[in-house]
């Protein structure tokens, strides 16, 4: 399995501060992981998830052979944003 970020994923990761994106990019990698902690679906997307970082959240789509890194925003934000580009 890999890990692919969207261009505007990778964009909202480099634009973070220093300390919050070494620990997104943490957390990133344990996704990987068999089971990986903190997960949750989002309701009304198939297979997009959400996981918390502090105060942002790393939205994805989970498919058999790859994560889809989708958006790495603000928890404030991220839900509008969510709707606009899926819904």
Same mark, same amino acid.
């Given at each position: 399995?890999?890990?692919?970020?969207?261009?505007?994923?990778?964009?909202?990761?480099?634009?973070?501060?220093?300390?919050?994106?070494?620990?997104?990019?943490?957390?990133?990698?344990?996704?990987?992981?068999?089971?990986?902690?903190?997960?949750?679906?989002? &309701?009304? =997307?198939?297979?997009?998830? *959400?996981? /918390?970082?502090?105060? $942002? +959240?790393? #939205?994805?789509?989970?498919?058999?052979? &790859?994560? =889809?890194?989708?958006?790495? *925003?603000? /928890?404030?934000?991220? $839900? +509008?944003? #969510?709707?606009?580009?899926?819904?």
């Amino acid at each position: 399995m890999k890990i692919i970020l969207s261009p505007r994923a990778e964009k909202q990761l480099s634009n973070l501060p220093k300390f919050d994106s070494i620990a997104i990019a943490q957390k990133i990698r344990s996704l990987l992981q068999p089971n990986p902690s903190g997960i949750e679906k989002l &309701a009304g =997307f198939p297979n997009v998830y *959400r996981v /918390r970082v502090g105060n $942002y +959240r790393i #939205v994805f789509r989970k498919t058999e052979t &790859a994560i =889809f890194i989708i958006l790495i *925003r603000h /928890r404030r934000d991220v $839900y +509008r944003l #969510v709707k606009e580009l899926l819904g």
